[in-house]
């Protein structure tokens, strides 16, 4: 393959993006909130409708906004129906997304259905083109980058609190902090983090990357920071190993059935299926660990599960 | 603070420095805009599109079209050899007016560093271009639909090429001639066509608004059964009162469109036998996409032949079988 400044570019914006979407990833799964990003990707609709008919535009701008008010807002009523309704946080989300994308075809239906105005032609981008700039450093790693680094100091100035939340709220209340106000706290700073995201590579990565290598990361420690470091780790190798798979993989698969003109395919898709492979590998080195060893590491016991104080 | 979250920091405090050092190196380099070499390339968007600029590069240039047959515009991604063949590009022709929804950013940005990039809908008079109503500046984008409209576009080519490429402008300017005769004679032939359809039945039902242009052009009323936006849906008073429509009015055929869902059409179908009008389908039409590249159907002039001769035939109007050029497949 011709490696090019595209290649290198591609592969520093995805491993920014990755990680910065990898570490709240791995703090929503210790609440058992995983599926916020895929609910949020569906929850921008009415966002961007309200957006739209409030701004009469589809620019980029104003349709950001509308999503990053509209994933907010998902945040907040899901922690609500979770509270006032008692039921699980998936079940939460659930109830709440799927309102939010009724609500938005409503919208679009009634008031603008003579304007093309989905989200995969007005807010998600592709982390292909979103590289090509005008600048030396192209917006989208800054913006990759300033979510990184925004993402990295929340963690480490809430992070006890952030580690306390998720194991053990009674202790929370006993120390003299609300456990709620922190996994709110957590759940806007992961639907802004997941908007900006989206706007700049698309949806599937920034899903899978909520998900997937904190879930890794999960099958190989139970110390807290060495979970957010594997997360971190496997999001970034999924990044580099993900866009070389997308050049190179079509061509070489391409030849074992007599083709030689295939082209790269999407290499956002092509990182979320490195991601995969990456937690194919993480289990079996766990697997393999459990027949061998006599102290496998056990599954991480969150909240949801009662007595867990150690 | 504890021993592990020191060495917790230290670590974070390590990958931030990294990734700022990476940030830093290897940007893109500027692009400066350069005379066109000899067998220069061209990269365009959709199949309408990159017809037209073949027609008028002729042998001069290389022309590379980004998306296929059956890709619906709206919703294609590039891949990392698309943006390749982008940035490497010496001219890049997009259609416009938002057909290529996000991507238009990024020919915005490769045309400021340099590239020469047009949109072949640039030309066009607002007069022609429709605009809902209640928004306007959100135009249609379904140009092509109206031959007239695809002749402006063939202009913008000619106009650009001749420009960027002096030597070789009188052959632009024969090619484009030759071209725009043919698009004459296509855009006479839907005309006597379509007006051979008895009045009362010149409706053309279709999947999804993209036959506004074509309707208007043509003097046949269009109605689509979603809106524009793909996300949008039929609901059931939609379809309700087009199968009232349909049966009223005796429709005989509605069609459906090779690159959207032909869910809804089924569902006009069965409504229509329900009340006991036989509708059929009249067959599939090419609205964003152009058929397989190599065939007749996969050029400009094929594909609106096609349109025009399934719709004209469809509906009990007077049409070749083999439409204009005698050159279309055969109906199964």
Same mark, same amino acid.
């Given at each position: 393959?011709?490696?090019s400044?595209?290649?290198?570019?591609?592969?520093?914006?995805?491993?920014?993006?990755?990680?910065?979407?990898?570490?709240?990833?791995a703090?929503?799964?210790?609440?058992?909130?995983s599926?916020?990003?895929?609910?949020?990707?569906?929850?921008?609709?009415p966002?961007?409708?309200?957006?739209?008919?409030?701004?009469?535009?589809r620019e980029v701008?104003p349709m950001?906004?509308?999503?990053?008010?509209?994933?907010?807002?998902?945040?907040?009523?899901?922690q609500?129906?979770?509270?006032?309704?008692?039921?699980?946080?998936?079940?939460?989300?659930?109830?709440v997304?799927c309102?939010?994308?009724?609500?938005g075809?409503?919208?679009?239906?009634?008031?603008?259905?003579?304007v093309?105005?989905d989200?995969?032609?007005?807010?998600?981008?592709?982390?292909?083109?979103?590289?090509?700039?005008?600048?030396?450093?192209?917006?989208?790693?800054l913006?990759?980058?300033?979510l990184?680094?925004?993402?990295? &100091? /929340?963690?480490?100035?809430?992070?006890?609190? #952030?580690?306390? !939340?998720?194991f053990d709220? $009674? %202790?929370?209340?006993? *120390? =003299?902090?609300?456990?709620?106000?922190?996994r709110?706290?957590?759940?806007?700073?992961?639907?802004v983090?997941?908007?900006?995201?989206?706007?700049?590579?698309?949806?599937?990565?920034?899903i899978?990357m909520?998900?997937?290598?904190?879930?890794?990361?999960? &099958? /190989?420690t139970?110390?807290?920071?060495?979970? #957010?470091?594997? !997360?971190?780790?496997f999001? $970034? %190798?999924?990044?580099? *190993? =993900?866009h070389i798979?997308?050049?190179?993989?079509?061509?070489?698969?391409?030849?074992?059935?007599?083709?030689?003109?295939?082209?790269a395919?999407?290499?956002?898709a092509m990182?979320?299926?490195?991601a995969?492979?990456l937690?194919?590998?993480?289990?079996?080195?766990?697997?393999?660990?459990?027949?061998?060893?006599?102290?496998p590491?056990?599954?991480?016991?969150?909240?949801?599960?009662?007595?867990?104080?150690? | 603070?504890?021993?592990?979250?020191?060495?917790f920091?230290?670590r974070?405090l390590?990958?931030?420095g990294?990734?700022?050092?990476a940030?830093s190196?290897?940007?893109?380099?500027?692009?400066?805009?350069?005379?066109?070499?000899?067998?220069?390339?061209?990269?365009?968007?959709?199949?309408?599109?990159?017809?037209i600029?073949?027609?008028v590069a002729?042998?001069?240039?290389?022309?590379?079209?980004?998306?296929?047959?059956?890709?619906?515009?709206?919703?294609?991604?590039?891949?990392?050899?698309d943006?390749?063949k982008?940035?490497k590009?010496?001219?890049?022709?997009?259609?416009?007016l938002?057909?290529?929804?996000?991507?238009?950013?990024t020919?915005?940005?490769?045309?400021?560093?340099?590239?020469?990039?047009?949109?072949?809908?640039?030309?066009?008079?607002?007069?022609?271009?429709?605009?809902?109503?209640?928004?306007?500046g959100?135009?249609?984008?379904?140009?092509?639909?109206?031959?007239?409209?695809?002749?402006?576009?063939?202009?913008?080519?000619?106009?650009?090429?001749s420009?960027?490429?002096?030597?070789?402008?009188?052959?632009?300017?024969?090619?484009?001639?030759?071209?725009?005769?043919?698009?004459?004679?296509?855009?006479?032939?839907?005309?006597?066509a379509?007006?051979?359809?008895?009045?009362?039945?010149?409706?053309l039902?279709?999947?999804?608004?993209a036959?506004?242009?074509f309707?208007?052009?043509?003097g046949?009323?269009?109605?689509g059964?979603?809106?524009?936006?793909?996300?949008?849906?039929?609901g059931?008073?939609?379809?309700?009162?087009?199968?009232d429509?349909?049966?009223?009015?005796?429709?005989?055929?509605?069609?459906?469109?090779?690159?959207?869902?032909?869910k809804?059409?089924?569902?006009l179908?069965?409504?229509?036998?329900?009340?006991?009008?036989?509708?059929r389908?009249?067959?599939?039409?090419?609205?964003?996409?152009?058929?397989?590249?190599?065939?007749?159907?996969?050029?400009?002039?094929?594909m609106?032949?096609?349109?025009?001769?399934?719709?004209?035939?469809?509906?009990?109007?007077?049409?070749p079988e083999?439409?204009?050029?005698?050159k279309l497949?055969?109906?199964?």
């Open positions: 393959m011709n490696w400044e595209l290649d290198t570019w591609i592969v520093i914006t995805g491993v920014l993006i990755c990680a910065a979407c990898a570490l709240p990833g703090f929503l799964m210790l609440n058992r909130q599926m916020l990003g895929d609910g949020i990707s569906h929850a921008v609709l966002g961007l409708a309200i957006a739209f008919l409030l701004t009469n535009s701008l950001v906004i509308g999503a990053v008010a509209a994933g907010v807002l998902t945040a907040v009523l899901t609500m129906v979770q509270r006032l309704g008692q039921v699980e946080s998936g079940a939460a989300l659930g109830v997304f309102a939010l994308f009724a609500l075809l409503i919208l679009i239906r009634v008031a603008s259905d003579k093309d105005l989200a995969d032609c007005v807010l998600y981008g592709s982390i292909e083109t979103a590289v090509v700039d005008v600048g030396r450093v192209p917006r989208v790693a913006i990759s980058g300033g990184l680094l925004v993402n990295i &100091l /929340l963690t480490l100035l809430f992070y006890k609190e #952030l580690r306390i !939340a998720a709220p $009674a %202790l929370a209340t006993t *120390l =003299g902090f609300n456990a709620d106000a922190i709110l706290g957590l759940t806007v700073v992961a639907s983090t997941t908007v900006l995201a989206f706007e700049s590579v698309g949806s599937i990565l920034v899978a909520l998900v997937v290598p904190a879930a890794a990361a999960s &099958l /190989l139970h110390r807290l920071h060495w979970l #957010l470091l594997f !997360a971190l780790g999001a $970034a %190798l999924s990044a580099v *190993l =993900g798979g997308a050049v190179t993989l079509p061509q070489t698969i391409g030849r074992w059935f007599g083709q030689s003109d295939l082209g395919t999407s290499s956002a990182m979320a299926v490195a995969g492979g937690f194919l590998v993480a289990w079996l080195v766990a697997a393999i660990r459990g027949w061998t060893k006599s102290n590491v056990k599954p991480i016991e969150t909240t949801m599960s009662p007595a867990s104080h150690r | 603070m504890n021993l592990t979250a020191m060495h920091l230290t974070l390590a990958i931030i990294l990734s700022a050092i940030v190196v290897a940007p893109i380099a500027l692009g400066a805009t350069k005379p066109l070499p000899p067998n220069y390339t061209i990269v365009t968007t959709c199949g309408m599109v990159t017809d600029v073949r027609e002729g042998d001069k240039a290389k022309v590379i079209g980004l998306m296929g047959e059956g890709v619906d515009p709206h919703l294609y991604k590039p891949t990392r050899d943006v390749v982008i940035l590009a010496d001219v890049v022709f997009y259609s416009g938002m057909l290529e929804g996000r991507m238009t950013d020919f915005l940005k490769v045309s400021r560093k340099g590239t020469p990039v047009f949109a072949v809908t640039e030309l066009l008079d607002e007069k022609f271009l429709l605009e809902p109503e209640e928004f306007q959100h135009t249609d984008p379904h140009v092509w639909m109206d031959v007239a409209g695809w002749m402006e576009a063939v202009k913008v080519v000619v106009r650009s090429l420009d960027l490429d002096a030597a070789n402008a009188a052959y632009y300017q024969k090619n484009a001639e030759r071209y725009l005769t043919e698009l004459q004679k296509l855009d006479s032939y839907a005309k006597q379509l007006a051979s359809i008895p009045t009362e039945r010149r409706v039902i279709t999947a999804h608004d036959f506004n242009y309707g208007r052009a043509y046949i009323e269009v109605k059964i979603q809106g524009i936006s793909t996300e949008s849906e039929a059931v008073a939609d379809i309700n009162k087009l199968v429509f349909i049966v009223a009015k005796k429709i005989p055929a509605i069609f459906v469109e090779s690159s959207v869902s032909d809804n059409i089924k569902a179908i069965e409504g229509g036998k329900a009340r006991g009008h036989n509708v389908i009249g067959g599939q039409l090419f609205s964003d996409a152009m058929g397989k590249p190599g065939t007749y159907e996969g050029t400009y002039i094929g609106i032949d096609h349109n025009v001769t399934t719709i004209a035939r469809a509906l009990g109007g007077q049409a083999r439409g204009l050029n005698g497949t055969a109906a199964k």
